[in-house]
Protein backbone atom coordinates (compact mmCIF):
# COMPACT_ATOMS: atom_id res chain seq x y z
CA UNK A 1 0.00 0.00 0.00
CA UNK A 2 1.37 3.71 -0.80
CA UNK A 3 1.57 5.77 1.88
CA UNK A 4 3.06 9.34 1.85
CA UNK A 5 3.25 11.01 5.13
CA UNK A 6 4.38 14.85 5.79
CA UNK A 7 5.54 16.29 8.84
CA UNK A 8 7.52 19.16 9.59
CA UNK A 9 4.97 22.22 9.25
CA UNK A 10 4.36 24.81 11.75
CA UNK A 11 3.92 28.46 12.87
CA UNK A 12 7.19 30.77 11.87
CA UNK A 13 8.13 34.11 11.23
CA UNK A 14 8.71 35.68 8.27
CA UNK A 15 12.00 35.27 7.05
CA UNK A 16 12.26 31.70 9.32
CA UNK A 17 13.09 28.55 7.79
CA UNK A 18 11.30 24.91 7.70
CA UNK A 19 11.83 21.50 6.58
CA UNK A 20 8.83 19.47 5.61
CA UNK A 21 9.45 15.76 5.41
CA UNK A 22 7.36 13.02 3.38
CA UNK A 23 8.16 9.83 4.40
CA UNK A 24 6.96 6.69 1.73
CA UNK A 25 6.15 3.41 2.08
CA UNK A 26 4.90 0.98 -0.37
CA UNK A 27 7.40 2.11 -3.08
CA UNK A 28 10.25 3.22 -3.62
CA UNK A 29 10.90 7.06 -4.15
CA UNK A 30 13.93 6.52 -6.39
CA UNK A 31 11.14 4.64 -9.02
CA UNK A 32 9.31 8.07 -9.18
CA UNK A 33 9.08 11.41 -9.73
CA UNK A 34 7.86 13.45 -6.40
CA UNK A 35 6.53 16.99 -5.98
CA UNK A 36 4.93 19.17 -3.27
CA UNK A 37 2.06 21.05 -3.58
CA UNK A 38 -0.08 23.38 -1.36
CA UNK A 39 -3.51 24.70 -1.02
CA UNK A 40 -5.13 27.58 0.60
CA UNK A 41 -9.00 27.59 1.57
CA UNK A 42 -10.86 28.61 -1.16
CA UNK A 43 -8.21 28.45 -3.56
CA UNK A 44 -7.11 25.33 -5.86
CA UNK A 45 -4.25 23.06 -4.94
CA UNK A 46 -0.85 24.07 -6.71
CA UNK A 47 2.02 22.80 -7.17
CA UNK A 48 5.07 23.86 -5.96
CA UNK A 49 8.41 21.76 -6.48
CA UNK A 50 9.02 18.48 -8.04
CA UNK A 51 12.01 16.45 -8.49
CA UNK A 52 12.48 13.83 -11.28
CA UNK A 53 13.09 10.00 -11.26
CA UNK A 54 15.53 9.75 -14.12
CA UNK A 55 17.85 12.87 -13.83
CA UNK A 56 17.34 14.18 -10.51
CA UNK A 57 16.38 17.82 -11.89
CA UNK A 58 13.88 20.23 -10.34
CA UNK A 59 11.03 22.05 -10.80
CA UNK A 60 10.25 25.22 -8.75
CA UNK A 61 7.04 27.59 -8.83
CA UNK A 62 8.19 31.05 -9.29
CA UNK A 63 7.56 32.27 -6.48
CA UNK A 64 9.18 29.99 -4.32
CA UNK A 65 12.77 29.86 -6.46
CA UNK A 66 15.74 31.01 -4.57
CA UNK A 67 14.04 29.90 -1.42
CA UNK A 68 13.16 26.43 -1.54
CA UNK A 69 14.77 23.43 -2.10
CA UNK A 70 13.43 19.77 -3.05
CA UNK A 71 15.44 16.56 -2.51
CA UNK A 72 15.42 13.08 -1.50
CA UNK A 73 17.11 10.65 0.68
CA UNK A 74 17.12 7.10 -1.26
CA UNK A 75 18.23 5.65 2.35
CA UNK A 76 15.37 6.94 4.05
CA UNK A 77 12.52 6.93 1.43
CA UNK A 78 11.59 10.60 2.22
CA UNK A 79 11.45 13.47 0.27
CA UNK A 80 12.11 16.89 1.80
CA UNK A 81 11.30 20.53 0.66
CA UNK A 82 13.77 22.87 2.45
CA UNK A 83 11.98 25.82 3.04
CA UNK A 84 14.19 29.46 3.42
CA UNK A 85 13.26 33.18 3.51
CA UNK A 86 9.40 32.20 4.06
CA UNK A 87 6.71 34.99 3.85
CA UNK A 88 3.47 35.34 4.71
CA UNK A 89 1.71 34.04 1.31
CA UNK A 90 3.56 30.65 1.77
CA UNK A 91 0.80 29.98 4.10
CA UNK A 92 -1.28 26.74 3.58
CA UNK A 93 -1.60 23.18 3.64
CA UNK A 94 1.65 21.51 1.96
CA UNK A 95 1.25 18.23 0.72
CA UNK A 96 3.68 15.41 -0.31
CA UNK A 97 2.66 14.00 -4.27
CA UNK A 98 3.96 11.17 -6.15
CA UNK A 99 1.83 10.96 -9.79
CA UNK A 100 0.72 14.02 -10.34
CA UNK A 101 -2.88 15.51 -9.71
CA UNK A 102 -4.48 12.03 -10.14
CA UNK A 103 -1.74 10.20 -8.10
CA UNK A 104 -1.45 9.49 -4.38
CA UNK A 105 -1.47 12.33 -1.57
CA UNK A 106 -0.15 12.46 1.89
CA UNK A 107 -2.46 14.20 4.84
CA UNK A 108 -0.66 17.80 4.40
CA UNK A 109 1.02 19.43 7.01
CA UNK A 110 -0.24 23.18 7.91
CA UNK A 111 2.55 25.90 7.57
CA UNK A 112 1.81 29.26 8.88
CA UNK A 113 3.97 32.30 8.28
CA UNK A 114 3.55 35.32 10.18
CA UNK A 115 4.88 38.35 10.15
Known amino acids: EVQLVESGGGLVQAGGSLRLSCAASGFTVDDYAMGWFRQVPGKEREGVSC????????YYREPVKGRFTISKDNAKNTVYLQMNSLKPEDTAVYYC????????WGQGTQVTVSL
Open 51 to 58: ISNTDGST
Open 97 to 104: NRGGILGY
